[in-house]
């Protein structure tokens, strides 16, 4: 079983900056992927940013140049800097890993998510 554990929420005002923090625990071979998502109350779960174990990143278009992801491999870690803040990205953020077990099956596990709240 992989667990991921996200920490860094909070409470910010608007322009201001947060990092968000993910680790994953467990029987883990590879992790190919890790992403941010976000739930705003009463919507959709939407996909902030991704990371592939290359680097290669991918964002929203509601936060690009405002967010960045990052990844430390072999802390099996990833990383969002949240800058710049607005009340619209207060939602939950929950982190997610696609890859391999120790056991060789693939894995696609969630975090329990983190709350951010932006005020205006």
């Known amino acids: 079983q992989v667990r991921l554990v996200e920490s860094g929420g909070g409470l910010v005002q608007a322009g201001g900056s947060l990092t968000l923090s993910c680790t994953a625990s467990g029987s883990i071979f590879r992790i190919n992927t890790m992403g941010w998502y976000r739930q705003a109350s009463e919507k959709q779960r939407e996909l902030v940013a991704a990371?592939?174990?290359?680097?290669?990143?991918n964002y929203a278009d509601s936060v690009k140049g405002r967010f960045t992801i990052s990844r430390d491999n072999a802390k099996k870690m990833a990383y969002l800097r949240m800058n710049s803040l607005k009340p619209e990205d207060t939602a939950v953020y929950y982190c997610?890993?696609?890859?391999?077990?120790?056991?060789?099956?693939?894995?696609?596990?969630w975090g329990q998510g983190t709350q951010v709240t932006v005020s205006s």
């Open positions: 990371i592939t174990s290359g680097g290669t990143t």
């Open positions: 997610n890993a696609l890859g391999v077990t120790g056991w060789g099956r693939n894995f696609d596990s």
